[in-house]
Nanobody
Framework: QVRLVESGGKLVQAGDSLRLSCEAS????????VGWFRQTPGKEREIVAA????????VYPDSVKGRFTIARDNAKNTVYLQMNSLKPEDTAVYYC?????????????????WGQGTQVTVSS
């Protein structure tokens, strides 16, 4: 059973950059699809980045496209989320999760292995 732990969240100012880490234990991230999600109180969890198992596909919603980048470091069994030009509306708890669907970018409902999340707060 793969267990994921998120880290790297903190309070930053608008325009700053931040890198979140998603470290795995009990399995390897190199052979599964991984997604980063975020959630704010009263709102549904939304996906902000995903990387396919083969790394041939990455996907980002329009709200973060051009600012966020997902990357995998197989040697460290970690998936990162690089966030640049942060905005106050990026404030949320960020989670990573994995999907065993092996082709393309898996649908959001297929992700599992949720960690505790890491809080990102962007001040204006």
């Amino acid at each position: 059973q793969v267990r994921l732990v998120e880290s790297g969240g903190k309070l930053v100012q608008a325009g700053d950059s931040l890198r979140l880490s998603c470290e795995a234990s009990g399995g390897t991230l190199s052979s599964i699809a991984v997604g980063w999600f975020r959630q704010t109180p009263g709102k549904e969890r939304e996906i902000v980045a995903a990387i396919a198992r083969s790394e041939s596909s990455k996907v980002y919603p329009d709200s973060v496209k051009g600012r966020f980048t997902i990357a995998r470091d197989n040697a460290k069994n970690t998936v990162y989320l690089q966030m640049n030009s942060l905005k106050p509306e990026d404030t949320a708890v960020y989670y990573c999760a994995y999907s065993t669907i092996s082709i393309g970018i898996p649908p959001s409902f297929s992700y599992r292995g949720w960690g505790q999340g890491t809080q990102v707060t962007v001040s204006s």
